[in-house]
């Protein structure tokens, strides 16, 4: 089992900034990547950005540019640096990580994106 605990979010206006971060314990050593997803009302979960074992990142068409993904290997953390935060950007976001053959999720962070 891999437990995934996400902090930071919060409110904010738009064009700021907020930094994500979810720790990750347990059987960790054979979690190949870990990213962020979310989840805005009555819409789908969406991906928002990933980083291999190996620091290759994938990152949504919406956020490039603006959002940037980053692991420390040694606090088994990934964080999700957020700049020029907009409105539509408001929506849970959720930590995920995954080893062959299973996926883990953390509990989710609200993140809201208004003036």
């Known amino acids: 089992q891999v437990q995934l605990v996400e902090s930071g979010g919060g409110l904010v206006q738009p064009g700021g900034s907020l930094r994500l971060a979810c720790a990750a314990s347990g059987n960790i050593f054979s979690i190949y990547v870990m990213g962020w997803y979310r989840q805005a009302p009555g819409k789908e979960r969406e991906l928002v950005a990933t980083i291999t074992r190996g620091g290759s990142t994938n990152y949504a068409t919406s956020v490039k540019g603006r959002f940037t993904i980053s692991r420390d290997n040694a606090k088994n953390t990934v964080y999700l640096q957020m700049n020029g935060l907009k409105p539509e950007d408001t929506a849970v976001y959720y930590c995920?990580?995954?080893?062959?053959?299973?996926?883990?999720w953390g509990q989710g962070t609200q993140v809201t994106v208004s003036s």
């Open positions: 995920y990580s995954a080893r062959v053959g299973y996926d883990y």
